[in-house]
């Protein structure tokens, strides 16, 4: 059964009220110029008079709030809940927001509405018209959200939105597609170490794009020769023609309303054309042993593809006081001090030359309790002392 609506003229907006929830609402032929209005769940609507800010309303529930020939609102924000606003007659609202409501929806479902204020509808709001429905705008309206028409939109005045909007009837009007477009670098679009005639592994930057009037073009300047983006699907690949140092590349995208977006990105250097990667650096290797603990040694070689990464071959270059060895990648060491380990890859560096890199471990005894004069150690070497001095234990 359909809820009847609760109507309030202007001696109900500067009085207070409080409405079970959720209930519909109807504010109907007032003037709410520097009121305040909150529509709560609990609904409650509250103002104090002339000379206070314009009238902000708060929606905070699942109803519906009918504006009827309202003018004054300077802004609607959805709080809570999945609230519906409906508009009737002319009406003069400023900003309407998503402010953490799941939705909030903007409805002309019968007869003639007209908006003949600043009309803002911001992100995740959307405006629908529906069919039989008519809008009148002699004011200007701006759409960061969504305009749903399937009724007309009678424009006299300005309408800015993000996207096409179907159906506008310009009688002396404007309309204004505006872009929101934005472009997200992500390390996914940097390109990693390569060589001469060894093609990379393609690299999609399209999924960086949001918002926006499709289709996109996409351009880059920087890249290394032989290294290209298509034009229409925002792919990287190819490979490279010359050896080279690692660089930046900046990518642009240009969506159909002329608006454009760009990221940086990095590449790593371009190697000869026999196509070997060199190593550039061994990571994640320990820092700590503990005297008789046998330590595993590992490390993560950079970059990830290069040509020759495995095994890392592990020797002691200094044992400091540690007396430490080392079989296969098992460091063991003696007595606390620091080690110094080399790891080795062979042919890493250059096909002909090994890369190397040093590393310091510090070697520390294991952790035992203290119990101070009455521990046992102590005790037993008490015992010992006073049996060899010919002593007797004191009972």
């Known amino acids: 059964m359909a809820r009847a609506a609760t109507q309030l003229g202007a001696s109900g907006l500067s009085a207070t009220g409080v409405f079970s929830s959720p209930q519909d609402f109807e504010c109907v032929d007032d003037v709410v ?8 769940a609990p609904m409650e609507t509250t103002g104090d008079g002339a000379g206070n800010p ?17 003018i004054g609102v300077d802004h609607i924000n959805a709080t809570q809940g999945n609230p519906t606003v409906k508009l009737k ?24 509405a007209t908006n003949t204020g600043s009309l803002n509808i911001r992100t995740g709001v959307t405006l629908t018209i529906t069919s039989g429905a ?10 960061s959200g969504t305009i749903d028409n399937t009724g007309t939109i009678d424009n006299s005045g300005k309408i800015y939105s993000r996207n096409n909007i179907e159906g506008i009837t310009n009688t002396g009007g404007t309309v204004e597609i505006i872009s929101m477009l934005t472009f997200t670098y992500s390390p996914d679009y940097d390109i990693p170490a390569s060589a001469v005639s060894m ?33 229409t699907t925002g792919i990287i690949s190819g490979a490279p023609t010359t050896e080279g140092p690692a660089g930046t590349a900046t990518i642009t995208v240009t969506d159909d309303l002329s608006a454009t977006a760009e990221i940086t990105i990095t590449y790593s250097a371009v190697g000869p054309a ?9 990571t994640g290797v320990p820092t700590a042993a503990v005297v008789g ?3 595993t040694l590992t490390g993560t070689v950079k970059p990830d593809n290069a040509t020759n990464k ?6 002691v270059t200094s044992q400091g006081t540690t007396g430490a060895t080392i079989t296969g990648n098992t460091l063991t060491a003696a007595t606390a001090g620091t080690v110094k380990v080399t790891a080795t890859i062979e042919n890493g560096l250059t096909p002909s030359i090994d890369y190397t890199k040093d590393f310091d471990i510090t070697v520390r005894y294991p952790s035992t309790s203290s119990g101070g004069c009455g521990n046992a150690g102590f005790g037993a070497a008490a015992l010992l002392l006073a049996a060899g001095l010919g002593l007797k234990k004191r009972a």
């Open 274 to 282: 026999d196509g070997f990667i060199s190593v550039t650096g061994i």
């Open 310 to 315: 495995t095994p890392i071959i592990w020797t």
């Open 54 to 70: 314009p009238l902000g309303i708060v929606l905070q529930t699942n109803g519906t709030v009918t504006l009827n020939n309202v």
């Open 89 to 112: 007659g002319s009406n003069s609202i400023g900003t309407i927001s998503l402010a953490g409501a799941q939705s909030l929806k903007v409805e002309v479902t019968d007869g003639i």
């Open 199 to 231: 093609a990379i592994v393609s690299i999609d930057v399209k999924p960086g794009v949001s918002e926006g009037k499709t289709p996109y073009t996409f351009a880059a300047v920087g890249l290394p020769d032989g290294i290209t983006i298509d034009p």
């Open 134 to 143: 008519t809008l009148n705008n002699s004011g200007m309206i701006t759409n």
């Open 293 to 295: 603990t046998p330590l």
């Open 33 to 40: 110029n520097g009121r305040i209005l909150s529509i709560y």
